[in-house]
């Protein structure tokens, strides 16, 4: 049988995550390849105009056109699936594509959504340019008090969104608490779980209708391709992200997604190591006098470590911190960095250093960016997989040369 780990896929919820990131929906073709097929095809052939008339009917499952779907991009929608718990899952060519279509695909103007206004920068574009374009009401609040969640409320509310932890203060928002508002009015929450990553936090089991990623960050993690991916419950798929997804084409490319399939296969590795490093980095931060302030999830003095310790599983493989001094020291410490680049990507295996009030976080009003705890001191680091102790010798180098 060629599709035996296929046929298994339904037990791979039960495997631990490492066995479902290697082998999890895997689908072999009849050659019984040992890693995954790349199907670099945009469409597919029948045997007969009776054949194609079934499968576009939906009487014969199979490929119509990979616009649709692609066993490739298949193979790693039912891996992530396994990894998440949840029953179905659309890949997307981006994250920003997942999360677009993930909110605007359930809404109609008129509605009402609910966002925590602690979010990457074009998600918060989304929700607080696009969005009113179409008639689509927001609200954007401090999410991290759940009485926030509760007193933005409208009788029109349908979707609340959420990003936890935040990019790049690392706040964390108690995700069971906002499904139980979310419930109780009949909304759907969305998280986009980027920063815990799939193997630290399962916003669907903690309450979430919906999850979000940018596939470019750590299941990728090696800087190559960009992807993302929406995942749900097969009822809310149907009804509303099938029909959108086909028309308006956020599809993943084979390509991207079989490099995406070989980044799941090493996840947990490189996730542990790099939280690892984090950690590490983070507390020695805690301990020189030309750091202000370390935010670390997994740290004693983050301001919701409770949070962190009830929600999360493990750390975080990002440390935000204030240098003493100011934008001059922070510009000047990214410059003295030798093994640390500047670049405003993350989940990489090269760590990684930005300066968000001058990039990522740049479009926001000074007050908005103060009400995120983002100074002109504040940089925020992706830890890689280099050795973390060359890491601290690159950081202290650098401090010294401020
Ligand atoms: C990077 C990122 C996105 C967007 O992902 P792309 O793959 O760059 O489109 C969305 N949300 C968060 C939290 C991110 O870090």
């Known amino acids: 049988m060629s599709d035996k ?62 616009r649709y779907a692609n066993p490739t991009v298949d193979m790693f929608e039912k891996r992530m699936c396994a990894l998440e718990g949840a029953e179905d899952a659309r890949a997307t060519a981006s994250g920003m594509a997942a999360v677009s279509a993930a909110l605007l695909c359930q809404l109609n103007a ?134 959108y997804f086909r028309h308006t084409g956020p599809s993943l ?29 983070a507390d020695h931060l805690a301990s020189l006098n030309a750091i202000n302030r370390v935010i670390y999830p997994g740290r004693p003095d983050h301001p919701q470590a409770d949070l962190v310790q009830k929600q999360m599983s493990g750390g975080s493989t990002l440390v935000a911190f204030e240098i003493a001094g100011g934008k001059e020291a922070a510009f000047a410490f990214e410059n003295a960095l030798e093994i640390i680049r500047i670049s405003n990507n993350l989940g990489d295996a090269k760590s990684l250093i930005t300066h968000p009030a001058t990039t990522t976080h740049k479009n926001l009003a000074e007050e908005a960016r103060t009400e995120l705890g983002i100074t002109d001191a504040t940089v925020r680091l992706s830890v890689g997989l280099e ?5 601290i010798d690159d950081i202290d180098r650098a401090l010294g040369a401020v």
């Open 5 to 66: 780990i296929s046929n298994g896929t339904l037990n791979a919820a039960n495997w631990r995550p490492a066995t479902q990131m290697v082998h999890g929906g895997t689908s072999r073709s009849q050659f019984g390849e040992t890693s995954e097929a790349m199907f670099l095809t945009q469409g597919f052939v029948y045997d007969s105009a009776q054949a194609a008339e079934a499968r576009f009917k939906g009487e014969d499952e199979g490929f119509i056109y990979s």
């Open 110 to 243: 008129g509605d009402h959504v609910v966002s925590a206004r602690a979010l990457f920068g074009s998600c918060r574009w989304v929700v607080e340019t696009l969005m009113p374009k179409y008639g689509i009401e927001t609200t954007l609040i401090d999410g991290t008090d759940l009485e926030n969640w509760q007193r933005a409320v409208k009788p029109n509310t349908k979707v609340f969104f959420l990003e936890s932890p935040t990019n790049p203060t690392l706040e964390v928002i108690d995700i069971a608490g906002v499904a139980k508002i979310a419930d109780a009015i009949g909304a759907r929450v969305v998280v986009d779980n980027v920063f815990a990553t799939p193997l630290y936090q399962k916003p669907l089991d903690l309450g979430a209708h919906i999850v979000v990623y940018s596939a470019t960050k750590h299941i990728d993690g090696q800087g190559r391709c960009l992807g993302g991916i929406v995942l749900s419950s097969k009822d809310w798929i149907d009804e509303h992200l099938h029909d």
């Open 253 to 281: 490319s084979p390509f991207n997604a079989w490099t995406l399939l070989k980044g799941l296969e090493t996840l947990p590795l490189r996730v542990q190591q790099q939280t690892q490093s984090a950690r590490k980095i």
């Open 387 to 391: 050795d973390a102790q060359d890491l």
